[in-house]
């Protein structure tokens, strides 16, 4: 009877709720002021309670991987129509919750695997990360890039590898010299990481961790760096040059627009997967918000020169025409385009080809230039 | 090998810290395991007031409030006869919760004026030798030993056992306070959440490992920052996965503890001190 009566409340609640105002919640792996993913995350979260006025949003964050589903259940009792998971390790949680809760939606950024209430998302930073790699290769005057790593996973590996083509598209000879922390945070190991580099000849650096540690410590010796996902010129804006920074907002409004207007539902999203990129506006090339490339870099970069398809071209020039183009609704560059060889000598992208997403999402080659130790290289 | 001896020297410096203030507390026989906890809330304050009124008041600031946790820590550990172990972790999980919750506002903000990470490198070497003397060469430590060992005859002799563990609290406070004060206005230099990253354990264990020995502090906190800095250094041209360049430090750590002996504990340490008993 108890559980009968719930039920009947439940559901009159859920009417009550999808008359007025769409109730969409996230959980959030780390803390909201960490400067780097979940920031971001919460960041886009405002901005879509900003930009939509039917749309109210609750978060919890600092969510252990093993404790989501207690939240889910949580938000669902709470009237949640929407849950955002945004951390790859909630994907076994978020599955379990979509059975159990067969009329909630459910979208887990970073994940894999989808079902019918279950979208996935992503905002790739890979063509940045070449454009970024371009102004690197200028820029470095030893010859060796340094990056710092997190984790040796295939997104990580698909932006060394794509920073890694665009340096050696200004200097072939040029080296990324890649320090693994095995962390997503610890300025701790991003600062001796970046020291050990600068020891060994690294002038530019570029990484992902969730500080601006390696910015900091770069900038103490002189070396130009990129920020990684939150606008970081504030920390050293002499040496900061550009970055990734993210816009997660312009997908949770996408998103949530087409559950209001009944393009989503509880049944069919079994296919939607979003990876967006440059084109979409979900990410963008940025020292710090609408700044591409720091104004205190750019005559060095327009001073570079590098050759495109036999003529030289200015580096400035070349980023800037790249970035539009990757900017507008039909690309038609993509910085995995064949022919590339891995750095063992094998053919990993035939020439003419694009990498599909598939390619791009189990990337576990290494590209030719990164030195460094490379777990789960193939043989 | 200079840039690894400066490594060593400047990320050991921290280390150094929190280890001599949990071994000054440790030689009068209280164990505190609150360091970790201590550090971020050091390193919060410190931060915080660097911004408003300058660095060198910052790092006062940091000094303050690890001073004043250390005799929080004393309320319990010391004059409630608390179980020293339960009291410190709890002193640990409060801490760094309450520096994440509190500082929220600092995130992600560049420090104004840092400090030179040098003055404070210099700063810990003058501290362990400092403590050498006041503890195996003054009166003073002689008191301050003979809590540790026998509170019991200590108080027969009329030290005041508890009044001598809250001064160890402070001054140990004092330093572990110093050593959140380096992370947040000379290392990093800036604040953030969890910004520790459990340099307070590897304190603890290093005063195990040191026997309780300043000066050998010194060098298991110099060692510790060699090893950090050369897994980073070594990854990639050692045909070692960098899994297990990261487990390294720790690893030899241990198994320099292992081979080192037996050093022995201050006789009274973890037991609260009760005249009545």
Same mark, same amino acid.
């Given at each position: 009877?108890?559980?009968?009566?719930?039920?009947?409340?439940?559901?009159?609640?859920?009417?009550?709720?999808?008359?007025?105002?769409?109730?969409?919640?996230?959980?959030?792996?780390?803390?909201?002021?960490?400067?780097?993913?979940?920031?971001?995350?919460?960041?886009?979260?405002?901005?879509?309670?900003?930009?939509?006025?039917?749309?109210?949003?609750?978060?919890?964050?600092?969510?252990?991987?093993?404790?989501?589903?207690?939240?889910?259940?949580?938000?669902?009792?709470?009237?949640?129509?929407?849950?955002?998971?945004?951390?790859?390790?909630?994907?076994?949680?978020?599955?379990?919750?979509?059975?159990?809760?067969?009329?909630?939606?459910?979208?887990?950024?970073?994940?894999?695997?989808?079902?019918?209430?279950?979208?996935?998302?992503?905002?790739?930073?890979?063509?940045?990360?070449?454009?970024?790699?371009?102004?690197?290769?200028?820029?470095?005057?030893?010859?060796?890039?340094?990056?710092?790593?997190?984790?040796?996973?295939?997104?990580?590996?698909?932006?060394?590898?794509?920073?890694?083509?665009?340096?050696?598209?200004?200097?072939?000879?040029?080296?990324?010299?890649?320090?693994?922390?095995?962390?997503?945070?610890?300025?701790?190991?991003?600062?001796?990481?970046?020291?050990?580099?600068?020891?060994?000849?690294?002038?530019?650096?570029?990484?992902?961790?969730?500080?601006?540690?390696?910015?900091?410590?770069?900038?103490?010796?002189?070396?130009?760096?990129?920020?990684?996902?939150?606008?970081?010129?504030?920390?050293?804006?002499?040496?900061?040059?550009?970055?990734?920074?993210?816009?997660?907002?312009?997908?949770?409004?996408?998103?949530?627009?087409?559950?209001?207007?009944?393009?989503?539902?509880?049944?069919?999203?079994?296919?939607?997967?979003?990876?967006?990129?440059?084109?979409?506006?979900?990410?963008?090339?940025?020292?710090?918000?609408?700044?591409?490339?720091?104004?205190?870099?750019?005559?060095?970069?327009?001073?570079?020169?590098?050759?495109?398809?036999?003529?030289?071209?200015?580096?400035?020039?070349?980023?800037?025409?790249?970035?539009?183009?990757?900017?507008?609704?039909?690309?038609?560059?993509?910085?995995?385009?064949?022919?590339?060889?891995?750095?063992?000598?094998?053919?990993?992208?035939?020439?003419?080809?694009?990498?599909?997403?598939?390619?791009?999402?189990?990337?576990?080659?290494?590209?030719?230039?990164?030195?460094?130790?490379?777990?789960?290289?193939?043989? | 090998?200079?840039?690894?001896?400066?490594?060593?020297?400047?990320?050991?410096?921290?280390?150094?810290?929190?280890?001599?203030?949990?071994?000054?507390?440790?030689?009068?026989?209280?164990?505190?395991?609150?360091?970790?906890?201590?550090?971020?809330?050091?390193?919060?304050?410190?931060?915080?007031?660097?911004?408003?009124?300058?660095?060198?008041?910052?790092?006062?600031?940091?000094?303050?409030?690890?001073?004043?946790?250390?005799?929080?820590?004393?309320?319990?550990?010391?004059?409630?006869?608390?179980?020293?172990?339960?009291?410190?972790?709890?002193?640990?999980?409060?801490?760094?919760?309450?520096?994440?919750?509190?500082?929220?506002?600092? &995130?992600?903000?560049?420090?104004?004026?840092?400090?030179? &990470?040098?003055?404070?490198?210099?700063?810990?070497?003058?501290?362990?030798?400092?403590?050498?003397?006041?503890?195996?060469?003054?009166?003073?430590?002689?008191?301050?030993?003979?809590?540790?060992?026998?509170? %019991?005859?200590?108080?027969?002799?009329?030290?005041?056992?508890?009044?001598?563990?809250?001064?160890?609290?402070?001054?140990?406070?004092?330093?572990?306070?110093?050593?959140?004060?380096?992370?947040?206005?000379?290392?990093?230099?800036?604040?953030?959440?969890?910004?520790?990253?459990?340099?307070?354990?590897?304190?603890?264990?290093?005063?195990?490992?040191?026997?309780?020995?300043?000066?050998?502090?010194?060098?298991?906190?110099?060692?510790?920052?060699?090893?950090?800095?050369?897994?980073?250094?070594?990854?990639?041209?050692?045909?070692?996965?960098?899994?297990?360049?990261?487990?390294?430090?720790?690893?030899?750590?241990?198994?320099?503890?292992?081979?080192?002996?037996?050093?022995?504990?201050? %006789?009274?340490?973890?037991?609260?001190?009760?005249?009545?008993?």
């Amino acid at each position: 009877m108890r559980r009968i009566l719930g039920l009947v409340l439940l559901a009159l609640g859920l009417a009550w709720a999808q008359g007025d105002k769409l109730k969409a919640c996230f959980i959030y792996v780390g803390p909201i002021g960490d400067a780097g993913w979940t920031y971001a995350h919460d960041q886009g979260r405002k901005k879509a309670e900003a930009a939509l006025p039917w749309l109210e949003t609750r978060y919890v964050e600092s969510v252990p991987e093993a404790q989501a589903l207690p939240v889910i259940d949580r938000f669902v009792k709470e009237g949640c129509q929407v849950i955002f998971a945004t951390s790859f390790g909630y994907m076994e949680a978020v599955l379990e919750a979509a059975k159990k809760y067969p009329n909630v939606i459910f979208a887990h950024a970073t994940g894999i695997k989808r079902a019918p209430n279950v979208a996935t998302y992503m905002a790739d930073f890979y063509q940045v990360y070449y454009l970024n790699g371009l102004a690197a290769g200028a820029l470095s005057k030893t010859g060796k890039v340094g990056y710092v790593a997190a984790f040796p996973i295939p997104e990580v590996k698909r932006h060394i590898n794509a920073f890694t083509l665009g340096v050696r598209a200004v200097n072939p000879k040029a080296q990324v010299l890649v320090r693994w922390i095995n962390a997503w945070y610890d300025p701790a190991k991003a600062r001796e990481a970046t020291e050990a580099l600068l020891s060994q000849g690294a002038d530019v650096f570029a990484f992902t961790e969730d500080t601006p540690t390696v910015i900091q410590t770069a900038a103490k010796k002189g070396a130009y760096s990129f920020g990684h996902y939150t606008p970081m010129l504030k920390f050293a804006p002499n040496h900061v040059v550009s970055g990734q920074i993210v816009h997660w907002d312009v997908i949770y409004i996408d998103f949530l627009k087409r559950v209001k207007e009944g393009v989503y539902t509880a049944k069919n999203l079994e296919n939607v997967d979003y990876f967006w990129l440059l084109q979409h506006k979900a990410v963008e090339m940025g020292a710090d918000y609408g700044v591409p490339i720091n104004p205190k870099h750019v005559p060095l970069l327009q001073k570079a020169q590098m050759t495109v398809g036999g003529k030289k071209v200015s580096v400035y020039d070349r980023i800037m025409a790249l970035m539009k183009d990757m900017q507008s609704p039909k690309p038609t560059f993509d910085p995995f385009t064949g022919p590339i060889q891995d750095r063992k000598g094998v053919v990993r992208i035939p020439a003419g080809k694009k990498a599909t997403l598939q390619e791009l999402l189990s990337m576990e080659w290494a590209a030719p230039g990164v030195v460094g130790d490379w777990p789960g290289e193939p043989k | 090998m200079e840039e690894a001896l400066l490594r060593a020297v400047l990320f050991g410096t921290p280390i150094l810290l929190a280890s001599l203030g949990a071994l000054l507390s440790e030689r009068t026989g209280v164990v505190n395991l609150g360091v970790e906890g201590m550090m971020a809330l050091s390193a919060l304050a410190a931060f915080a007031v660097a911004q408003e009124a300058g660095p060198a008041l910052g790092a006062l600031a940091g000094v303050g409030v690890g001073v004043f946790l250390g005799l929080f820590l004393g309320v319990f550990a010391v004059s409630l006869r608390a179980n020293q172990f339960v009291a410190g972790l709890a002193l640990a999980a409060l801490g760094l919760g309450a520096s994440g919750l509190l500082g929220k506002r600092y &995130e992600g903000v560049p420090l104004a004026h840092p400090l030179p &990470e040098e003055g404070f490198a210099l700063l810990a070497l003058g501290l362990a030798l400092a403590l050498h003397y006041l503890l195996l060469g003054s009166r003073f430590g002689l008191y301050l030993r003979s809590v540790g060992e026998n509170p %019991k005859a200590a108080d027969l002799f009329g030290v005041s056992v508890d009044g001598v563990r809250y001064l160890a609290l402070a001054l140990g406070g004092g330093m572990i306070g110093l050593a959140g004060a380096y992370l947040s206005l000379a290392y990093r230099p800036s604040w953030t959440d969890g910004m520790t990253s459990g340099l307070g354990w590897v304190a603890i264990a290093l005063v195990i490992l040191a026997g309780w020995q300043p000066l050998r502090a010194v060098l298991g906190a110099y060692f510790f920052g060699l090893l950090f800095f050369l897994q980073f250094r070594l990854q990639g041209s050692v045909p070692i996965p960098s899994e297990a360049f990261a487990a390294m430090p720790y690893l030899l750590v241990i198994l320099v503890l292992a081979l080192s002996g037996r050093a022995r504990a201050p %006789k009274a340490l973890g037991q609260p001190f009760d005249r009545g008993r």
